[in-house]
């Protein structure tokens, strides 16, 4: 079973930027497509980026697009997070989570895999 663990979370002022990075355990990690999500106190779970297997074809939410960019390295177990230009509203606990389909990926229940979670906390 693959495992995931986030870093890379901190307090950032407004304009700044953070790189989250999502190392898995195990051998099948090209297996999954690759999402991040965040949460905010007090509100629901929200799909941010993801990206296929291969690397390929990222899509991000409207909120971040042109912000963040996900990438992930096969080689090393990893997916990452770049996040520029950052907001207030972008603070969150920020998540990774693997998908074994390649359907739906802006929804949080089509995900097998999800990390612990890591805070970042955007300062204005």
């Known amino acids: 079973q693959v495992q995931l663990v986030e870093s890379g979370g901190g307090l950032v002022q407004a304009g700044g930027s953070l790189r989250l990075s999502c190392a898995a355990s195990?051998?099948?990690?090209?297996?999954?497509?690759m999402g991040w999500f965040r949460q905010a106190p007090g509100k629901e779970r929200e799909f941010v980026a993801y990206?296929?297997?291969?690397?390929?074809?990222?899509y991000y939410a409207d909120s971040v697009k042109g912000r963040f960019t996900i990438s992930r390295d096969n080689a090393k177990n990893t997916v990452y997070l770049q996040m520029n230009s950052l907001k207030p509203d972008d603070t969150a606990v920020y998540y990774c989570?693997?998908?074994?389909?390649?359907?739906?990926?802006?929804?949080?229940?089509?995900?097998?895999?999800w990390g612990q979670g890591t805070q970042v906390t955007v300062s204005s």
């Open positions: 195990g051998r099948t990690f090209s297996y999954y497509s």
């Open positions: 989570a693997g998908s074994s389909t390649s359907d739906g990926l802006t929804a949080p229940h089509m995900y097998d895999l």
């Open positions: 990206i296929y297997r291969r690397g390929d074809a990222p």
